[in-house]
């Protein structure tokens, strides 16, 4: 089994972050880079061993033209731990006049018809091939509830030592995760740069691994049993699953 986590970009001209867990929570692929649907693919087979549980954030299935999708509704009346979040309003009109595209459709079924024992799933089970949607902004709160409320991501509200403090606070998080599942020194000492060097220039670039990195990690304890699965919406509608500790 593997856990694959894509903070996939809105096209394929920025960054995504690619992330991939072994059954053991040790790091097989981490990294930051501009990558085509083709690439995500070949990395992912190169670690594939039949099966494999992929989890995205983006935008997977988006039946409506315009407003929102019911499992966006749904989601933004969810407390996380107390907490309230929002998301992004998803529809076929803004995706297309914006991006030119809807890149997590176009991937997914991608992924499909390379890794047909993979399902596109609102309810994934503990050991079976599937794809979810996701969303790490959740996944933090979800599932490292001691660190919130956190912002590791960058808005324009609050001086950005505001950020790169919080995102800290995040790394040195899941370092200690990773030390605790054996993951290769060159791997501990990779979180540790990024946690001494962040600055304004490359918060996006950790952001993005750091994103990819939550929505494995979400995958692999839900797989152990250590965090439940709140799904919402349908395959139908769109949905979005999310993982909470127990």
Same mark, same amino acid.
């Given at each position: 089994?593997? /856990?694959?986590? %894509?903070? #996939?970009?809105?096209? =394929?001209?920025?960054?995504?972050? *690619?992330?991939?867990? &072994?059954?053991?929570?040790?790091?097989?692929?981490?990294?930051?880079?501009? *990558? @085509?649907?083709?690439?995500?693919?070949?990395?992912?087979?190169? /670690?594939?061993?039949?099966?494999?549980?992929?989890?995205?954030?983006?935008? +997977?299935?988006?039946?409506?033209?315009?407003?929102?999708?019911?499992?966006?509704?749904?989601?933004?009346? !969810?407390?996380?731990?107390? !907490?309230?979040?929002?998301?992004?309003?998803? $529809?076929?009109?803004?995706?297309?006049?914006?991006?030119?595209?809807?890149?997590?459709? #176009?991937?997914?079924?991608?992924? +499909?018809? !390379?890794?047909?024992?993979? $399902?596109?799933?609102? &309810?994934?089970?503990?050991?079976?091939?599937?794809?979810?949607?996701?969303?790490?902004?959740?996944?933090?709160?979800?599932?490292?509830?001691?660190?919130?409320?956190?912002?590791?991501?960058?808005?324009?509200?609050?001086?950005?030592?505001? /950020?790169?403090?919080?995102?800290?606070?995040?790394?040195?998080? %899941?370092?200690?995760? +990773?030390? @605790?599942?054996? &993951?290769?020194?060159?791997?501990?000492?990779?979180?540790?740069?990024?946690?001494?060097? %962040? =600055?304004?220039?490359?918060?996006?670039?950790?952001?993005?691994?750091?994103?990819?990195? #939550?929505?494995?990690?979400?995958?692999?304890?839900?797989? $152990?049993?250590?965090?439940?699965? %709140?799904?919402?919406?349908?395959?139908?509608?769109?949905?979005?699953? !999310?993982? @909470?500790?127990?």
């Amino acid at each position: 089994m593997i /856990y694959v986590g %894509i903070d #996939l970009a809105w096209t =394929n001209k920025r960054p995504s972050g *690619l992330c991939i867990l &072994n059954d053991s929570g040790q790091i097989l692929f981490w990294e930051t880079a501009l *990558l @085509e649907d083709s690439d995500i693919v070949a990395i992912i087979q190169k /670690y594939d061993d039949g099966t494999l549980q992929i989890a995205i954030d983006a935008p +997977l299935v988006v039946p409506n033209e315009n407003e929102s999708r019911p499992c966006d509704r749904l989601f933004r009346k !969810h407390r996380v731990h107390g !907490h309230a979040l929002g998301i992004f309003v998803s $529809n076929r009109a803004f995706l297309n006049k914006t991006y030119g595209m809807i890149r997590g459709e #176009l991937l997914t079924q991608t992924l +499909l018809d !390379h890794f047909p024992q993979c $399902n596109l799933t609102a &309810n994934p089970a503990n050991k079976a091939s599937c794809i979810i949607e996701t969303f790490p902004t959740a996944l933090v709160y979800g599932l490292f509830p001691e660190l919130t409320p956190i912002d590791h991501k960058v808005k324009s509200k609050k001086p950005y030592v505001h /950020y790169q403090r919080d995102m800290r606070r995040l790394l040195l998080a %899941i370092k200690s995760i +990773l030390r @605790e599942t054996m &993951n290769r020194p060159t791997i501990l000492e990779q979180v540790e740069e990024w946690r001494a060097k %962040i =600055n304004m220039k490359n918060h996006k670039h950790i952001e993005d691994a750091v994103d990819g990195f #939550l929505c494995s990690y979400g995958l692999y304890l839900i797989g $152990n049993g250590q965090a439940e699965v %709140i799904s919402f919406g349908d395959e139908e509608n769109g949905f979005i699953v !999310h993982a @909470e500790r127990r």
